[in-house]
């Protein structure tokens, strides 16, 4: 029997509206998780520490009886079918250690504009999920997380393609205290009119987003 866990890495009260958005999706998921931990502390450093809040989240979600972990980020969408879809790709695919969904997709509703990962290795932390045997000492709490992530657990992982607004996308936004720095940096396909957007989440969620793109 599958037991959902869901860990969500936060820092209050920088993603207070962002959390709030997104503990409401989580209630609105067409299959509901077993065990919610959301690991919030102060960042005093200024550095990444997402692979510590994520090792601490996957100790915690195993200790409550969890065999499948899904990593959700709190200011990323997801849309309301995420945990049925990732548990039941999950259980087709002989549960991996990892399971990702693929290719990666980013928004920055600051820039309006996107990027699409189409040759990327790895998946990113935001979109992928755990088994119960996967392997999180890959890499010291300051480094990049998912990239050394997917390559330790390489021979046990999954691949797959989400489509048809089923997919997650991470948003970029520069509000509070943000993991990606360099984000503000990439280059961004333009979206004036914010087409693409529309097509990638739902309605509640486009809503939302233009809000927050107001207090840029």
């Known amino acids: 029997m599958t037991k959902v ?9 920088d993603r207070q509206m962002f959390l709030d958005n997104l503990m409401n999706r989580i209630s609105r998921q067409t299959y509901k998780p077993d065990y919610v931990v959301r690991i919030d502390y102060p960042n005093n450093t200024d550095k990444p520490d997402l692979t510590k809040r994520y090792r ?5 979600t195993k200790k409550n009886g969890c065999n499948f972990t899904v990593f959700m980020e709190d200011d990323d969408y997801y849309p309301l079918t995420y945990l049925e879809d990732m548990k039941n790709e999950w259980e087709k695919n002989n549960k991996p250690d990892l399971l ?16 699409i990962y189409e040759k990327l290795k790895h998946c990113s932390a935001h979109c992928t999920a755990l088994g119960d045997n996967a392997d999180l000492n890959v890499c010291e709490d300051t480094a990049i997380f998912d990239l050394f992530l997917w390559e330790k657990n390489l021979e046990r992982s999954v691949k797959i393609n989400l489509q048809d607004k089923h997919f997650p996308v991470s ?8 993991a990606g720095r360099k984000h503000g940096e990439r280059k961004y396909e333009q979206d004036r009119n914010f087409e693409m957007l529309k097509k990638w989440v739902d ?14």
């Not at 969904?101 to 820039?111: D, L, S």
């Open 5 to 13: 866990g869901v860990i969500i890495p936060t820092c209050n009260p």
């Open 56 to 60: 601490e989240g996957y100790e915690l």
């Open 171 to 178: 948003i970029k936004h520069g509000i509070g205290m943000t």
């Open 100 to 115: 990702g969904n693929w290719p990666t997709r980013y928004y920055h509703i600051g820039f309006c504009g996107y990027r």
């Open 203 to 216: 309605n509640q969620e486009f809503s939302f987003l233009m809000d927050m793109r107001s207090l840029i």
